[in-house]
């Protein structure tokens, strides 16, 4: 069982940034696939960005693509959320999950976080 933990939400005017982490327990975080996803109110859960076991290995929504970058540090078993440029849009409940297994869906989520940007 891995346990996914989100922090780092908060209020923020448009333009600004925040920074979101995501902790993962287990030994073998460095080859977990991390991702984040968001759900805005009223709307369908969405996916943001995704990292692999490499630090290249990224990849991201257009939405968010060169506003938002994802990170981890394996040594401390976390991945970072860095958004920059926010927009009142970017307002939702923001989701980390764990991919173990090779291919598939995301086996393992956190409770979220949430984010609001006020214009």
């Known amino acids: 069982q891995v346990q996914v933990v989100e922090s780092g939400g908060g209020l923020v005017q448009a333009g600004g940034s925040l920074r979101l982490s995501c902790a993962a327990s287990g030994r073998t975080f460095s080859s977990y696939l991390m991702g984040w996803f968001r759900q805005a109110p009223g709307k369908e859960r969405e996916f943001v960005a995704r990292?692999?076991?490499?630090?290249?290995?990224?990849y991201y929504a257009d939405s968010v693509k060169g506003r938002f970058t994802i990170s981890r540090d394996n040594a401390k078993n976390t991945v970072y959320l860095q958004m920059n440029a926010l927009k009142p849009e970017d307002t939702a409940v923001y989701y980390c999950?764990?991919?173990?297994?090779?291919?598939?869906?995301?086996?393992?989520w956190g409770q979220g976080t949430q984010v609001t940007v006020s214009s």
């Open positions: 990292i692999g076991w490499s630090i290249g290995s990224t």
């Open positions: 999950a764990a991919r173990i297994r090779p291919a598939g869906d995301y086996e393992y």
